[in-house]
């Protein structure tokens, strides 16, 4: 470990301490994954302490573990991952936040510590169902209003619930169920008749 990341990790045990539940430094970049209830305490003291000083979210995102390891994960199936940058101190971190119910997956807002979270949980909200309790804008940024499920889970079917087309007599784009019949595809190999046949060639 570099004597950057040694400082960094340090300064994380200094300030968070328990609030860590556990920390891993891989590829150059220390991850510290945080319980739910301690994460907006958590992430203000990232931003505000200043031998920490992360004054950038750079980026933030779910996951779904459910099918992780091919399928032996047995933790949480939602998380919130965040990556965080200091400028003043030249390094980055990684913290990730699981979500405590799978069934309704919900981690606290940091849109009032770093308004650039805004479009991320947004994004994270419609493609995850991940909700994010202090957004004052929670909604759909990708697909339509109208679309039913979030197609970054796991579960969700690779050709969807509906279709959407042009109907020219309606003259509107009009939703219908999917018509698509699933299929395995198996190559066709065709070859001549005399194919391997040395004498003719």
């Known amino acids: 470990m570099s004597a950057k990341l040694e400082l ?12 860590i539940v556990e920390a891993q430094m891989a590829l150059g970049e220390i991850s510290i994954d945080v319980d739910v209830t301690a994460y907006l305490e958590t992430m203000l003291l990232l931003r505000d302490q200043s031998d920490l000083g992360f004054e950038q979210l750079i980026d933030l995102c779910g996951v779904d573990y459910s ?28 913290v990730r936040c699981f979500a405590p119910d799978d069934d309704f997956p919900s981690v606290p807002s940091v849109v009032a510590l770093w308004n650039s979270a805004n479009w ?29 499920g ?25 939703y219908e169920p999917v018509t698509i019949e699933p299929r395995e595809i198996t190559p066709r190999i065709v070859r001549e008749a005399s194919y391997g046949d040395v004498e003719n060639g």
Request: glycine share 8%; with cysteine.
């Open 8 to 19: 960094l990790s340090q300064n994380l045990q200094k300030h968070l301490g328990d609030r």
């Open 120 to 148: 991320f949980e947004r994004e994270a909200f419609d493609l995850f169902g991940i909700v994010f309790p202090g957004h004052a804008d929670l909604r759909r940024i990708l697909t339509d209003y109208g679309f039913v």
């Open 150 to 174: 979030h197609p970054f889970r796991k579960d969700f079917p690779v050709s969807g619930y509906v279709e959407m087309r042009y109907d020219p007599e309606q003259r509107r784009v009009v």
């Open 67 to 94: 099918t992780y390891g091919d399928g032996c994960w047995s933790g949480k199936r939602f998380a919130v991952v965040t990556h965080l940058t200091s400028i003043a101190n030249n390094w980055r971190l990684r």
